[in-house]
């Protein structure tokens, strides 16, 4: 989240066509390595798909959308600025900074439209912690 604006900002990615769930709006990451905890991962996915200079997050917090057999964890973490942000490579077509309370109006990614009204609760708890 970018806390350096009027109001807190996320970064939404929209994924190539080819990539699952193409079109649709999204997080930036993806799976795991098997050396990887979560926050590893995260920042590793943030700065190959776009362009995140990770030594400037703040990791805040870890949402996890827990479906039984696997689990779809979110990073929550607070840059001040935009951390190098682009689109840096094929799997984005193109990356924004969005105001939080306009995440909805986009056209989400549907693992992030079920899970976005929990997510940004946690999301803006951060900003008090």
Known sequence: ?????????VLLQLRAAWT???GTWALPG?????????????????????????HMLEVRAIFSDDHGPWRYDT???HTHGDSGAFA??????????VHID???EF????????????????????LNS
């Open 75 to 77: 990073v929550i973490a």
């Open 107 to 126: 056209d989400l990614h549907p693992g992030l439209r079920s899970s976005w009204t929990e997510l940004s609760r946690h999301v803006h708890l951060t």
């Open 102 to 104: 306009e995440v909805h």
């Open 30 to 54: 993806g799976a795991l390595d098997s050396h990887e905890d979560a926050v590893a991962a995260a920042k590793r996915e943030a700065e190959e798909e776009a362009g995140i200079i990770a």
């Open 88 to 97: 840096a490579n094929a799997e984005s077509d193109d990356l924004r900074w």
């Open 1 to 9: 989240m970018r806390t350096d604006l009027d109001a807190p900002h």
């Open 20 to 22: 699952h769930g193409g």
